[in-house]
């Protein structure tokens, strides 16, 4: 890689970092939320949920228009309502105004992952595109090692609101980041056909059966993944006695191996296929997906054993999808598509999240009932993205 694209991927990463610890730390803080404000495991899923439905409505909305734009532009715009949104967050003084605020970040923080992997995918070849993607996704591996147990420890000494106004503060500085070092990113705007219909976006997709394959997988991995991950911290701590103090260690464990193995994950997806690097990966995920919806016992080093395996598989799995599906558009449609495929993501999730809400109960004595059931659908949901993803396919760029 050159400096400039060294320097790019750097502070593409800076902004899902933010991104991501902003989406990740409601699910760690569900235990105290759930206290504080009254709440049962249902309202909280709501809580999680408002941040993906709005997300997936403004991506929807954004595939109108985004291609249209330089996408630094976009980004920009992007990430200063998404910081704001955030910061609002901090002063929501009930259960409500929280889910207000949780749905004014999500619906700029929707356009901020699509246009992340836009700008990947309109900069690095299909042949390298895999690594930078490793690359990006280490910043969910130091969101996990840094963001959550920092966000966890200010909201025990200081409550609940001061992670989202420290990072609303190191937001401000990313959007310096961003307006200063990021250069035009319009390569998509040459060579365009025509002006048309906003609605030819849709009707593009709706006729390609490879695209709508590539929708198709990202669906079933964000039903399998967010039906399990927001329910991990409470049923931990409800179950099987796990401290709720030792929460963030969950997070620093599986950030930290993640951190070595995104990046190496990537480049094997670049020399060895990216369907048969997801295909192992997808299979290993399997067994810590069923450990953690199935513990027994919240012996420290057991937990985080699970945990630790479990950040490494399934992320594993995603970076090579990542890949895969960028790979289906040209350029000139990348960012719409790209938009959709966010959009389809977050309403899964939001869906995923409400699934998991729905089938876990909480009994009289505070124990929360069902969960490996939601672990059974999650695994089931990973069968039909191996033989999905074996259907996509890859156009030349």
């Given at each position: 890689m050159?400096?400039k694209?060294?320097?790019?991927?750097?502070?593409?990463?800076?902004?899902?970092?933010?991104?991501?610890?902003d989406f990740m730390?409601?699910?760690?803080?569900?235990?105290?939320?759930?206290?504080?404000?009254?709440?049962?495991?249902?309202?909280?899923g709501?809580?999680?949920?408002?941040?993906?439905?709005?997300?997936?409505?403004?991506?929807?909305?954004?595939a109108?228009?985004?291609?249209?734009?330089?996408?630094?532009k976009?980004v920009?715009?992007?990430y200063?309502?998404?910081?704001?949104g955030?910061?609002?967050?901090?002063?929501?003084?009930?259960?409500e105004?929280?889910?207000l605020?949780?749905?004014?970040?999500?619906t700029f923080?929707?356009?901020?992952?699509?246009?992340?992997?836009s700008?990947?995918?309109?900069?690095?070849?299909?042949?390298?595109?895999a690594t930078?993607?490793?690359?990006?996704?280490?910043?969910f591996?130091?969101?996990a090692?840094?963001?959550i147990?920092?966000?966890?420890?200010?909201?025990?000494?200081?409550?609940?609101?001061?992670?989202?106004?420290?990072?609303?503060?190191?937001?401000?500085?990313?959007?310096?980041?961003?307006y200063k070092?990021?250069?035009t990113?319009?390569?998509?705007?040459?060579?365009?056909?025509?002006?048309?219909?906003?609605?030819?976006?849709?009707?593009?997709?709706?006729?390609?059966?490879?695209?709508?394959?590539?929708?198709?997988?990202?669906t079933?991995?964000?039903?399998?993944?967010?039906?399990?991950?927001?329910y991990?911290?409470?049923?931990?701590?409800?179950?099987?006695?796990?401290?709720?103090?030792?929460?963030f260690?969950?997070y620093?464990?599986?950030?930290?191996?993640?951190?070595?193995s995104?990046p190496?994950?990537?480049?094997?997806?670049?020399?060895?296929?990216?369907?048969?690097?997801?295909?192992?990966f997808?299979?290993?995920?399997?067994?810590?997906?069923?450990?953690?919806?199935?513990?027994?016992s919240?012996?420290?080093?057991?937990?985080?054993?699970?945990?630790?395996?479990?950040?490494?598989?399934?992320?594993?799995?995603?970076?090579?999808?990542?890949?895969?599906?960028?790979?289906?558009?040209?350029?000139?449609?990348?960012?719409?598509?790209m938009?959709?495929?966010?959009?389809?993501?977050?309403f899964a999730?939001?869906?995923?999240?409400?699934?998991?809400?729905?089938?876990i109960?909480?009994?009289?004595?505070?124990y929360?009932?069902?969960?490996?059931?939601?672990g059974?659908?999650?695994?089931i949901?990973?069968?039909?993205?191996?033989?999905?993803?074996k259907?996509?396919?890859?156009?030349?760029?």
């Amino acid at each position: 890689m050159t400096q400039k694209e060294k320097l790019l991927l750097f502070i593409l990463a800076c902004i899902n970092f933010t991104h991501i610890i902003d989406f990740m730390i409601m699910m760690p803080l569900g235990p105290q939320l759930m206290e504080i404000f009254d709440i049962s495991p249902r309202q909280f899923g709501f809580v999680v949920s408002a941040y993906g439905l709005s997300a997936g409505v403004s991506g929807f909305l954004a595939a109108f228009f985004v291609d249209n734009y330089d996408r630094k532009k976009v980004v920009l715009f992007a990430y200063i309502g998404f910081v704001a949104g955030t910061i609002a967050c901090a002063f929501a003084p009930t259960y409500e105004i929280l889910i207000l605020t949780r749905t004014i970040a999500g619906t700029f923080g929707g356009l901020i992952g699509a246009q992340v992997m836009s700008i990947v995918a309109d900069t690095f070849e299909y042949e390298r595109r895999a690594t930078a993607m490793g690359f990006i996704t280490t910043a969910f591996s130091l969101a996990a090692v840094v963001g959550i147990p920092s966000g966890l420890f200010l909201a025990a000494k200081f409550g609940w609101h001061s992670p989202f106004l420290v990072l609303g503060g190191l937001g401000i500085i990313v959007i310096f980041l961003i307006y200063k070092y990021v250069p035009t990113l319009d390569k998509h705007l040459k060579n365009r056909q025509p002006k048309q219909s906003p609605f030819a976006v849709i009707t593009d997709i709706t006729k390609n059966p490879n695209q709508l394959r590539a929708l198709g997988l990202s669906t079933i991995i964000m039903l399998g993944h967010f039906s399990i991950i927001p329910y991990i911290s409470p049923t931990l701590v409800a179950n099987v006695g796990y401290s709720q103090d030792n929460i963030f260690l969950i997070y620093f464990v599986g950030g930290l191996l993640t951190i070595f193995s995104a990046p190496m994950v990537g480049k094997l997806a670049d020399r060895k296929g990216k369907y048969p690097v997801f295909v192992i990966f997808a299979f290993l995920s399997m067994i810590p997906i069923f450990l953690i919806t199935n513990m027994f016992s919240g012996v420290l080093w057991g937990v985080l054993v699970i945990a630790g395996i479990f950040f490494v598989f399934s992320n594993g799995r995603l970076i090579p999808t990542q890949a895969i599906i960028s790979s289906v558009v040209t350029p000139q449609q990348r960012g719409s598509f790209m938009a959709i495929n966010s959009s389809v993501q977050l309403f899964a999730q939001a869906i995923a999240t409400n699934i998991g809400g729905f089938i876990i109960h909480k009994n009289a004595s505070g124990y929360l009932e069902n969960y490996p059931y939601v672990g059974y659908f999650a695994i089931i949901m990973i069968f039909f993205s191996i033989f999905i993803a074996k259907t996509v396919r890859p156009i030349a760029q």
